[in-house]
């Protein structure tokens, strides 16, 4: 016999380490006869887990997308072991906690859903992302879905600027379990809404035009624990000014070497040489809405916070490297900070973060050793990806010329139509 739908309203304060912040999920609990669906069970987690909503499998089935839930992880969590994989607890936060995948939750749509309190460790194992490459991808604010807009502390300010380590430092931060460090691949990744963010910061730091205030930040980051790379690395002073409880890492890299790092690969991509590839991005700035929105944060944090030719004006650009990294060191106190470089390994990184070095197994000797720190995102990796994002960016533009030819084929062909229809029944008569 089947009950009426009743409406439940879950609070879960999540306290693990740092602070978190309370999370409120309302949902449509269904309560049905005989026996509930399999996948639509409770079932067993390791203890310490952030509140996730897991859905049901009709709802799972309604909703775009994969499945949360990595089904290799089914035998261990029915045998109520509470062994996880890393993929599946990452996949669970990340879908319904701080990855905004989709526009709405399951319960706005109206779909039966069963809500499970778990609670999350404050540091997790590292989610499986492409650490090189980025996907644009359409998001939505926390603030639409009903999540709060710091959804985990800020702890970790990396004072780096572009091509000095920061993409290596990501990596290592997330392997350590600072979970997410906000990267310019961060930007990619959700090309629809941040960029237009980071414009307004730009203004208001640069031209004084309004204000970005803690909330604003909050809005913008509020789902990651560290930050590292342009555009973040700009606001540094700020953000440590906002964030007192973070702790600083100034990442250093030799100017002259820099300087060569971002003139082959930064610079390039930002001012395309030849007439070939001037046309080619052109043509995507005119039909791809994405790549207009990365071009207009592209030339405003530039035209304001770079305001140099990297290329013909190498005696400036090393200038303003050092003018930053000197600003960094004026105004952020030297017990909040640590000097480093990715060539220092892990040993003064973890110790200053208060996290024990990383360790693997070694596979010859079976004895557990100092994990390898990474090492990701050089030149040719960085040209490779660009490349990539180029010609993802020609193919937006393609199928946006081809929509734009169908619905103008299909308005003439229905203006014909009324011709036709015009000229039989009304332009015969005379």
């Known amino acids: 016999m089947e009950q009426s739908t009743v409406p439940r309203i879950a609070v879960s304060k999540v306290a693990s380490g740092a602070a978190f912040t309370t999370m409120v999920a309302s949902s449509f609990c269904v309560a049905s006869s005989g026996r509930d669906d399999a996948n639509a069970r409770a079932r067993p987690l390791a203890p310490n887990l952030l509140p996730v909503l897991r859905t049901s499998s009709a709802c799972r089935a309604a909703v775009p997308g994969p499945s949360p839930v990595d089904e290799r992880d089914t035998d261990a969590r029915e045998r109520g072991s509470g062994d996880v994989s890393a993929d599946a607890m990452h996949a669970l936060i990340y879908h319904h906690a701080g990855r905004r995948r989709h526009s709405c939750p399951p319960c706005l749509l109206g779909l039966p859903i069963r809500l499970t309190l778990l609670s999350i460790p404050s540091r997790l194992p590292e989610p499986p992302r492409d650490q ?147 046309l080619k991005r052109l043509y995507v700035v005119l039909l791809d809405p994405q790549t207009r929105n990365w071009m207009r944060l592209s030339r405003v944090m530039t035209r304001l916070a770079m305001p140099f030719d990297h290329a013909a004006e190498r005696d400036k650009a090393i200038a303003w490297f050092n003018e930053r990294y000197a600003e960094f060191r004026d105004r952020i106190p030297a017990e909040r900070r640590i000097e480093y470089s990715v060539q220092d390994g892990w040993a003064p990184l973890c110790a200053h973060l208060g996290v024990p070095v990383p360790t693997v197994m070694d596979e010859t000797t079976g004895e557990m050793v100092e994990a390898p720190f990474p090492r990701v995102n050089d030149r040719a990796t960085f040209q490779a990806n660009a490349k990539r994002r180029r010609s993802r960016a020609i193919a937006r533009a393609n199928e946006n010329v081809i929509n734009q030819v169908g619905r103008v084929c299909a308005a003439a062909c229905v203006g014909y139509g009324i011709y036709l229809a015009w000229r039989m029944r009304l332009g015969g008569r005379s």
Request: proline fraction near 4%.
């Open 132 to 278: 090189a490459d980025s996907t644009m991808a359409t998001t939505t604010s926390n603030a639409a879905v009903g999540f709060p807009d710091r959804a985990v502390p800020m702890r970790v300010i990396v004072c780096g600027l572009h091509r000095t380590g920061t993409m290596s430092t990501r990596t290592a931060l997330r392997q350590l379990g600072f979970h997410d460090c906000y990267h310019m691949a961060t930007v990619l990744e959700n090309i629809d809404d941040d960029p237009q963010q980071w414009v307004r910061a730009f203004e208001a730091k640069y031209e004084g035009k309004g204000s970005f205030t803690r909330q604003d930040w909050d809005r913008l980051m509020g789902r990651s624990q560290s930050c590292c790379d342009l555009p973040s690395a700009l606001f540094s002073c700020e953000l440590a000014e906002m964030y007192p409880d973070a702790k600083v890492v100034i990442l250093n890299r030799e100017a002259d070497k820099w300087y060569e790092s971002a003139l082959a690969s930064v610079a390039m991509s930002i001012r395309p040489s030849g007439i070939v590839n001037i």
